[in-house]
């Protein structure tokens, strides 16, 4: 099956400096990329996605890049800010047969914006 | 529009007693997951359901757990009998059934503990 690895497992970052996360996924059929954000005590949110088809995608701050040969994509937030702080989460999945998508998540990285 | 809730937010039961997790999906939702975090590792994948069919129940631990989803609407998940490892946060997940819209909105989770 899918395996997602996510670091750091904790990432600490001065307001305005910009953090990177990055995953690694096993399965080469993967192709539905999200990120989601868990504030503390609050249901995970999702921030950004991306497709296989596409080899970056911005948002504002937000930005996502995909190398599929490698394997790996990357959340990028510039001008962090304390509100970002939270529990990030990548994912990875493939359509199943029907519809729908099992997502495999990564460990999670504790992002800390200090002031 | 209403959000993915969950219920009860918080259930602290004892080893070998029964606990029963309610989901109700965004209204429309035909897609509704499960998954589970077990002391802050990763958000795994339990089960999945297309209107009341289980599409996909291979992340299930064993058979003490037992999910439904009765009329395609909400869902339960039971614990029976609750074990100590089975002490973490359930989140239910819902999107639609289309081919290129797959965002999972998730709920705010039942934090279970066993004591």
């Known amino acids: ?115 | 529009e209403a959000g993915v809730t969950q219920f009860p937010s918080h259930s602290v039961i004892e080893k070998g007693q029964t606990v029963t997790l309610r989901c109700d999906p965004i209204s429309g939702h035909d897609n509704l997951y499960w998954y589970r975090r077990v002391m802050g590792k990763e958000i795994k994948f339990l089960l999945h359901f297309v209107k009341e069919s289980k599409q996909d129940e291979s992340g299930m631990p064993n058979n003490r757990f037992l999910a439904e989803r009765t009329g395609g609407t909400y869902s339960t998940l039971k614990v029976q009998p609750a074990e100590l490892e089975d002490s973490g946060v359930y989140f239910c997940a819902s999107s639609q059934l289309t081919g290129f819209s797959n965002i999972q909105y998730f709920g705010a989770g039942t934090r279970l503990s066993v004591l």
């Open chain 1, 1 to 115: 099956g899918e395996n997602v690895e996510q670091h750091p497992s904790t990432l600490s970052v001065q307001e305005g400096d910009s953090a990177v996360i990055k995953c690694t996924y096993s399965d080469s059929a993967s192709n539905y990329f999200p990120w989601y954000k868990q504030e503390l005590g609050k249901r995970p949110q999702l921030i950004i996605d991306i497709r296989s088809n596409v080899g970056e995608k911005k948002d504002q701050r937000i930005a996502v890049t995909l190398n599929k040969t490698a394997k790996h994509f990357s959340l990028h937030i510039t001008e962090t800010q304390p509100e970002d702080s939270a529990v990030y989460f990548c994912a990875a999945s493939k359509e199943l047969t029907g519809g729908g998508n099992k997502l495999t998540f990564g460990t999670g990285t504790q992002l800390k914006v200090e002031l």
